[in-house]
């Protein structure tokens, strides 16, 4: 694609959805693609690495080309938030699937599976969730178990599907799209990063991968008896490993015994 067909796309935009990007420059564009047939605008999908790296993309990471490839589809999320956070095919979209996550199905399909409302979500005589008059939806914390956390995967899949099947405007906290494209914007501080693992959780997750034990069981076992499992399934699998290469070995030593013959 010429590049002055992509500049022309870009320019069209303004900055506000390039930032650290603008002016465009057509040496570093590649190509472009549709998000939505209309009316989204078009984006970028390709950026030079001196481009991502000069605009701060790769701040804190090796100026690579693995590195640039992540930073790359991070931006490409971000614009695509930007662009259809608040689409309304996007809200019809996502209220369709929680249609289908909680309403009951139809008799000729009666087998099929149907989430319920936790108790903490109050609801009326329908089982329909319960909305204040400022539109806020109305919780239950006397519920046995209580309210999951607010940063709880539970919490926002719940609550998201309360306001989607109501027709309401999702709030932000439950929102990840919107959320995105608030930070994309400068409007939200930086999402917090997850802490990295301890090692005895690494450990104990690679003990779960070698023995196909869930978590939950290798949990209760003490770390020693966990430690010496592991070291004792590392030393199998690389007497294993080496007795696969010494039989490679020897499979292409034979053909090629077998070619000099000939």
């Not at 019809?92 to 309403?103: E, F, G, K, V």
């Not at 999951?148 to 027709?167: C, E, F, K, N, T």
């Not at 966990?226 to 699998?237: E, H, I, S, T, V």
Request: proline content about 10%; some cysteine.
């Amino acid at each position: 694609m010429p590049h002055d067909d992509a500049s022309a796309g870009v320019e069209t935009l303004g900055p506000q959805y390039f930032p650290g990007f603008w002016p465009p420059n057509p040496g570093k564009l590649l190509i472009r693609e549709p998000l939505a047939p209309d009316p989204v605008p078009l984006f970028l999908t390709g950026l030079h690495l001196g481009a991502l790296a000069g605009a701060g993309e790769l701040a804190g990471g090796p100026r690579t080309l693995r590195y640039a490839v992540g930073a790359l589809d991070q931006l490409s999320r971000r614009m695509r938030a930007t662009a259809t956070a608040d689409s309304p095919k996007h809200a019809q979209h996502a209220s369709q699937r929680a249609r289908r996550r909680r309403q009951p199905a139809p008799r000729a399909l009666a087998l099929s599976f149907r989430a319920t409302w936790p108790p903490w979500v109050a609801t009326d005589e329908h089982q329909n969730p319960i909305f204040d008059r400022l539109g806020m939806l109305a919780l239950n914390p006397d519920a046995r178990g209580g309210v999951p956390p607010v940063d709880s995967d539970q919490y926002r899949m719940i609550v998201r599907d309360a306001y989607l099947l109501a027709g309401r405007q999702l709030p932000v906290d439950v929102d990840a799209r919107k959320q995105m494209a608030l930070r994309h914007q400068d409007k939200l501080q930086p999402a917090a990063r997850r802490p990295a693992p301890s090692e005895p959780q690494r450990e104990l997750a690679e003990l779960a991968h070698r023995t196909g034990q869930p978590i939950s069981l290798l949990g209760r076992l003490s770390p020693a008896y966990r430690q010496a499992w592991l070291a004792r399934l590392r030393c199998q699998d690389a007497r294993r490993a080496w007795r696969e290469i010494i039989a490679f070995k020897e499979q292409i030593a034979n053909i090629t015994a077998d070619v000099d013959r000939r």
